[in-house]
């Protein structure tokens, strides 16, 4: 199946460059691989930029919209002037507080609940400037075949790791370890540490982490509990701080074999700079050393070795090093060590095993049982949703809304080798279903528009239409290679940006002084969307298409506040201030005047007349 192009502009690495904390960010990187030491971090998260930073990044999470125990959301926020906004937020961490946080059950699969702990709005905005400060310190210390919850890492990432493992490398031994309550158990003293050991010793910032994790948390029912243990699940900072919590291990399992360091061995390196440690290898292999290889995404993780020996003896120690370093409790229940060669192991949704093939073994993949189970339930839903609709307009939605399902399963599951037969099955009992419930809705003429869609399934023969909309076909889906992260690749230095991200395209030097001009009685989302509105426009006014220097740059509001309308990125336009005088001119001299200035081509004059209508204002006509 085909895939989407991936684009080379990254959303964090683009919002970075709005607010010019690229600098600040690789060089906090930098010295992180040099292992410097951090005692003034509160400075740089206390900073305008950073505050007006994780505004920007906040305010695009899905869960901004998901009030706290104060019942206030992003909407709650963006009305608040630029100035008022950064003091507040200044003021916070100067003497820092948390909110209760917010406990909220959500159902699992099994019947049980998975605790979510939602902070206070703003105490989400105060761990986002956090977050962005500490991000690339923490990015220089963490092991690479760490895959979950961090920049430019996927689960594809660790299901190719894997992967590679069973068939490259021949280990087909595994070791699945699962941690009792791991985000309800981390300790609180032992993660301060691991900070300190990382280099963070801010010790202001290191106080502020920990009022975050004791902050009491509301309970459903109604009660308060004072954790002392334990990162809630839907903290902005959580992510982050869980896999500092494990990067130890991921650090001691690799020092009991791959970074053992071999002084007698010479190194070789690969063509594309990584490190070949095959002689290296050789020569402890012959020593009683354990080969071991792990790889993790968040608390899932797994531990490769070549003998079923090694793996049983590797499964104790990481269980007794857990609960000595980490005080972690491993689930015996769901632990165990798996012959790979006869039996599959789970990992992220997908079963994995070793087949024989022309005297090696070969990965076979797919989805996992529950991954199946759960699928085919929620498209059936979906499917019968589209049964009964109120209009055509509910039908058109229930079955966008079937397709973005499938699409999405599709483009996860695509990397299994055997996802074929997976969804066929899936699309067996789909179609019938469809087939009963649609009955002659159902028909193999419509229209489709060009398109992913259309690009992706339109020549696979199974195309369909229900009312005339196309149906994506569920059992057409073609497996591709598991692809590993390109080397090299970093948020934090300019030889790692440029193979995901392209710059703005912009002048820098006027972003930074639109940034600095003085924003008395301007909201927090007008001055961060006439940011963004200016890099969108790549500095040209949407009315002249002409670059526009730095005093030319003026933001109009569409629907101006005196007719209601806001400072939406939809309501705003950047515009030349001659252009924006002659949308709201009302008198005939004033309008004279600025058309010899502006000298509106007819198809500019027509833009310029849809937002003098918007005003409210008649239309200039045509000469």
């Known amino acids: 199946?085909?895939?989407?192009?991936?684009?080379?502009?990254?959303?964090?690495?683009?919002?970075?460059?709005?607010?010019?904390?690229?600098?600040?960010?690789?060089k906090l990187y930098a010295d992180s691989k040099s292992g410097k030491i951090f005692t003034n971090l509160v400075e740089i998260i206390t900073s305008k930029d950073n505050i007006l930073l994780a505004y920007r990044g906040l305010k695009r999470n899905k869960g901004s919209m998901t009030a706290g125990t104060d019942k206030l959301n992003i909407r709650d926020i963006e009305k608040i002037p630029t100035e008022d906004f950064v003091r507040a937020v200044q003021?916070?961490?100067?003497?820092?507080?948390?909110?209760?946080?917010?406990?909220?059950?959500i159902p699992k699969d099994n019947g049980k609940t998975r605790p979510l702990g939602i902070p206070s709005i703003w105490d989400r905005i105060v761990q986002q400037c956090i977050l962005q400060a500490l991000e690339p310190i923490c990015e220089a210390k963490f092991h690479e075949r760490s895959n979950g919850f961090r920049p430019n890492r996927s689960t594809e990432h660790a299901i190719a790791q894997c992967m590679r493992m069973i068939q490259i490398q021949d280990l087909h031994f595994v070791v699945d370890i699962d941690i009792e309550g791991f985000f309800d158990n981390v300790n609180h003293a032992k993660l301060r540490k691991q900070m300190w050991t990382m280099g963070i010793r801010d010790k202001s910032l290191l106080c502020i982490v920990t009022k975050m994790l004791?902050?009491?948390?509301?309970?459903?029912?109604g009660r308060t509990v004072y954790p002392d243990n334990g990162t809630p699940q839907g903290g902005v900072l959580t992510p982050l701080l869980s896999n500092t919590v494990l990067n130890e291990l991921d650090w001691w399992i690799a020092s009991q074999w791959e970074a053992m360091p071999m002084p007698s061995v010479p190194q070789n390196f690969n063509p594309n700079g990584g490190r070949n440690?095959?002689?290296?290898?050789?020569?402890?292999?012959?020593?009683?050393?354990?080969?071991?290889?792990?790889?993790?995404?968040?608390d899932d993780f797994k531990i490769f070795c070549r003998k079923r020996g090694d793996a049983n003896k590797a499964y104790l120690a990481t269980k007794k090093w857990l609960a000595?370093?980490?005080?972690?409790?491993?689930?015996?229940?769901?632990?165990?060590v798996v012959n790979l060669k006869k039996s599959y192991t789970d990992f992220l949704g997908f079963k994995l095993k070793a087949m024989p093939s022309g005297g090696k073994h070969k990965v076979r993949s797919r989805m996992s049982d529950k991954a199946f189970r759960k699928t085919k339930a929620m498209l059936t839903t979906l499917a019968k949703g589209i049964q009964n609709p109120e209009s055509e307009q509910e039908a058109h939605k229930a079955i966008n809304r079937f397709n973005a399902a499938v699409i999405g399963k599709h483009q996860y599951y695509q990397i299994a080798t055997c996802v074929y037969e997976d969804f066929g099955r899936i699309a067996f009992s789909i179609n019938r279903t469809m087939k009963n419930r649609l009955k002659?809705?159902?028909?193999?003429?419509?229209?489709?528009?060009?398109?992913?869609?259309?690009?992706?399934?339109g020549k696979s023969g199974q195309f369909r239409y229900a009312d005339?909309?196309?149906?994506?076909?569920?059992?057409?889906?073609?497996?591709?290679?598991?692809?590993?992260?390109?080397?090299?690749?970093?948020?934090y230095t300019s030889e790692g940006r440029a193979l995901i991200h392209k710059p703005l395209g912009v002048d820098l030097s006027i972003l930074k002084a639109l940034m600095l001009e003085d924003s008395q009685g301007c909201t927090v989302e007008y001055l961060d969307n006439r940011i963004s509105l200016y890099a969108a426009q790549y500095g040209k006014c949407a009315v002249t298409g002409k670059h526009l220097t730095k005093d030319e740059i003026h933001c109009h509001h569409k629907t101006p506040k005196c007719y209601g309308g806001d400072d939406r990125y939809e309501n705003l336009t950047i515009v030349r201030c001659d252009v924006h005088t002659l949308i709201h001119a009302k008198t005939q001299e004033t309008i004279e005047k600025y058309m010899c200035i502006v000298q509106p081509a007819k198809e500019q004059l027509k833009k310029l007349n849809k937002l003098r209508l918007l005003a409210k204002l008649p239309e200039i006509a045509i000469a």
């Not at 005339?468 to 948020?491: D, E, L, S, W």
């Open 1 to 26: 199946m085909a895939t989407t192009k991936k684009s080379l502009k990254r959303d964090t690495l683009r919002h970075a460059e709005y607010y010019d904390l690229t600098v600040t960010f690789d």
């Open 91 to 105: 003021r916070k961490l100067d003497w820092y507080i948390p909110r209760p946080v917010k406990r909220v059950e």
């Open 214 to 221: 004791k902050a009491p948390v509301v309970m459903p029912d």
């Open 277 to 298: 440690r095959g002689n290296e290898n050789k020569a402890m292999r012959k020593t009683a050393l354990k080969e071991m290889y792990l790889v993790r995404y968040a």
């Open 324 to 336: 000595e370093r980490l005080k972690l409790t491993v689930n015996d229940e769901k632990s165990k």
């Open 440 to 457: 002659g809705r159902l028909k193999k003429t419509g229209k489709c528009r060009r398109g992913y869609i259309w690009d992706t399934y």
């Open 468 to 491: 005339g909309y196309p149906v994506v076909p569920i059992a057409f889906i073609q497996t591709r290679n598991a692809m590993h992260m390109k080397r090299g690749t970093c948020n």
